[in-house]
T-cell receptor, first 114, second 112 residues
Framework: KAGVTQTPRYLIKTRGQQVTLSCSPISGHRSVSWYQQTPGQGLQFLFEYFSETQRNKGNFPGRFSGRQFSNSRSEMNVSTLELGDSALYLC?????????????FGPGTRLTVT | KQEVTQIPAALSVPEGENLVLNCSFTDSAIYNLQWFRQDPGKGLTSLLLIQSSQREQTSGRLNASLDKSSGRSTLYIAASQPGDSATYLCAVNNFGNEKLTFGTGTRLTIIP
């Protein structure tokens, strides 16, 4: 079974631009979560989507948004990029139902804002 | 607010030794706890998941234990190998949903 895939793997953007990251979950998984990893703050939860609806949200500004499509693929968008948005963005998928909630992570997208 | 701490931040041990990594959390009302490893610049690989009703889980040379009442979990690695070198992260699920609260990780180096 294929794992979680993320595209692109690397991105370089300029302050003020916007960016869209993509995540394809494991087949059969309906939940996709997004995390930001930085050296200073570690791994922080951004949001989670299940069946095209945002189900959980972390403490990030409105510049960070996401969506999920009917095939469970998810995109994350960051508008008006700031230098502090430079990070490794990880997505994770899970079945989204049942009682295990085991998360499987993708390889991440490394975003550099200059 | 849940806080997860991992001590030490870095650990170096000679190959072949058994070792223990620690994870502590402030809110003991957890749903489950998951251990991950992360290689430099890469994503997270799930190692073990312990549900709140369990005391331990084993996979190969890895054994994870959970003591909810004291807010602690340990990851035991037997007969360490250079390939075990990575950062190990524990993550707590408090709400029975997909939101995980991560520790800051322990960077493990196995010396050949």
């Amino acid at each position: 079974k294929a794992g979680v895939t993320q595209t692109p793997r690397y991105l370089i953007k300029t302050r003020g631009q916007q960016v869209t990251l993509s995540c394809s979950p494991i087949s059969g998984h309906r939940s996709v979560s997004w995390y930001q990893q930085t050296p200073g703050q570690g791994l922080q939860f951004l949001f989670e989507y299940f069946s095209e609806t945002q189900r959980n949200k972390g403490n990030f500004p409105g510049r960070f948004s996401g969506r999920q499509f009917s095939n469970s693929r998810s995109e994350m968008n960051v508008s008006t990029l700031e230098l502090g948005d430079s990070a490794l963005y990880l997505c994770a998928s899970s079945r989204g139902t049942g009682d295990l909630y085991e998360q499987y992570f993708g390889p991440g997208t490394r975003l550099t804002v200059t | 607010k849940q806080e997860v701490t991992q001590i030490p931040a870095a650990l170096s041990v000679p190959e072949g030794e058994n070792l223990v990594l620690n994870c502590s959390f402030t809110d003991s009302a957890i749903y489950n706890l998951q251990w991950f490893r992360q290689d430099p610049g890469k994503g997270l690989t799930s190692l073990l998941l312990i549900q709140s009703s369990q005391r331990e889980q084993t996979s190969g040379r890895l054994n994870a234990s959970l003591d909810k009442s004291s807010g602690r979990s340990t990851l035991y690695i037997a007969a360490s190998q250079p390939g075990d070198s990575a950062t190990y992260l524990c993550a707590v699920n408090n709400f029975g949903n997909e939101k995980l609260t991560f520790g800051t990780g322990t960077r493990l180096t196995i010396i050949p």
